[in-house]
């Protein structure tokens, strides 16, 4: 198993950027390929960004696409998501996920350890 850690939340002005970051705990980190997900008041759990196990491919939806990147650092079993460029629709409780099986999968079915969040508020 594994267990994670999402920190770097907060409230941000429309336009800023922040930072977030997933450690990970338990078994080998790099033996997980892992995504970030976020889910707004209302709404259902939406794909964000992933990366494979090395780091050499990801994964981005639309609306992250040229905004934000997802990188890893798998000595400091360490996954971070980037965010620039941020605006209102973006705040929501971000979470990071890991899968042993899948490899940067857009799916947060195939995702099978979840931390447990962190806010982001981005004001207009």
């Known amino acids: 198993q594994v267990q994670l850690v999402e920190s770097g939340g907060g409230l941000v002005q429309a336009g800023g950027s922040l930072r977030l970051s997933c450690v990970a705990s338990?078994?080998?980190?790099?033996?997980?390929?892992m995504g970030w997900f976020r889910q707004a008041p209302g709404k259902e759990r939406e794909f964000v960004a992933a990366?494979?196990?090395?780091?050499?491919?990801?994964n981005y939806a639309d609306s992250a696409k040229g905004r934000f990147t997802i990188y890893r650092d798998n000595a400091k079993n360490t996954v971070y998501l980037q965010m620039n460029s941020l605006k209102p629709e973006d705040t929501a409780v971000y979470y990071c996920?890991?899968?042993?099986?899948?490899?940067?999968?857009?799916?947060?079915?195939?995702?099978?350890?979840w931390g447990q969040g962190t806010q982001v508020t981005v004001s207009s």
């Open positions: 996920a890991a899968t042993s099986i899948y490899s940067a999968s857009t799916e947060s079915k195939r995702y099978h350890y």
């Open positions: 338990g078994r080998t980190f790099s033996s997980y390929a």
């Open positions: 990366i494979n196990r090395s780091g050499g491919t990801t």
